[in-house]
């Protein structure tokens, strides 16, 4: 059974940065895509970024292409969200979650939260402006 744990979310001003974490355990092979997906108040959840383990091809969405980077420590079965220039519209529970031999074509399929079936239990974000 895969699970999956979030980790470093917090309370940061406009202009800040964060680093969250997503530890899995569970895998068995390394070949997964992992994304991260956030959902503000009232809103639906979106994508962010995916990265898949096998080769470490990376996924963004527009929104945070230059901002945010995706990256994965297959050793530790980790994967990494790190986030400059927060804005106080990333405010959002973070999720990470998991999809085994997912191969994207685009971001847009990467992004697609129907894509993965594992999911964690989210991390709040919060940008103050």
């Known amino acids: 059974e895969v699970q999956l744990v979030e980790s470093g979310g917090g309370l940061v001003q406009a202009g800040g940065s964060l680093r969250l974490s997503c530890a899995a355990s569970?895998?068995?092979?390394?070949?997964?895509?992992i994304g991260w997906f956030r959902q503000a108040p009232g809103k639906e959840r979106e994508g962010v970024s995916c990265?898949?383990?096998?080769?470490?091809?990376?996924y963004y969405a527009d929104s945070v292409k230059g901002r945010f980077t995706i990256s994965a420590d297959n050793a530790k079965r980790t994967v990494y969200l790190q986030m400059h220039s927060l804005k106080p519209e990333d405010t959002a529970v973070y999720y990470c979650?998991?999809?085994?031999?997912?191969?994207?074509?685009?971001?847009?399929?990467?992004?697609?939260?129907?894509?993965?079936?594992?999911w964690g239990q989210g991390t709040q974000v919060t940008v103050s402006s």
């Open positions: 569970g895998f068995t092979g390394d070949d997964y895509a």
């Open positions: 990265i898949r383990t096998a080769d470490g091809s990376t």
């Open positions: 979650a998991a999809e085994a031999r997912f191969r994207p074509r685009d971001s847009r399929h990467a992004l697609r939260q129907w894509e993965y079936d594992d």
